[in-house]
């Protein structure tokens, strides 16, 4: 079994700055998709960041663009989210993925990605 573990969550003041890593069992390449979706109570799950493509390709929500950045390291299996400036409304447990396909670009859609970690989670407090 493939298996992402995420870590680096905890609790921080709003204005505060995170950093989550995700390794996974197996190697992993720019050819497929790695993303970052979280869910916070009572809302659906979210995409939040994603990385594909040889050439980088990253994306992310508009709420996070310009504080959040994806980065990923395939020479020790790992898929970073840099998270700064963070406000309350980023509350949620954040899940790493990996698809199972390669793509040109990171997918938007859970279903699209084969593989989950089991979140971390991040609180940001007023």
């Known amino acids: 079994q493939v298996q992402l573990v995420e870590s680096g969550g905890g609790l921080v003041q709003a204005g505060g700055s995170l950093r989550l890593s995700c390794a996974a069992s197996v190697r992993t390449s720019s050819r497929y998709a790695m993303g970052w979706f979280r869910q916070a109570p009572g809302k659906e799950r979210e995409f939040v960041a994603g990385s594909a493509g040889s050439d980088g390709n990253t994306s992310y929500k508009d709420s996070v663009k310009g504080r959040f950045a994806i980065s990923r390291d395939n020479t020790k299996n790992t898929v970073y989210l840099q998270m700064n400036s963070l406000k309350p409304e980023d509350t949620a447990v954040y899940y790493c993925?990996?698809?199972?396909?390669?793509?040109?670009?990171?997918?938007?859609?859970?279903?699209?990605?084969?593989?989950w970690g089991q979140g971390t989670q991040v609180t940001v407090s007023s």
């Open positions: 993925a990996a698809d199972s396909t390669p793509r040109l670009g990171a997918s938007i859609f859970g279903s699209d990605y084969a593989y």
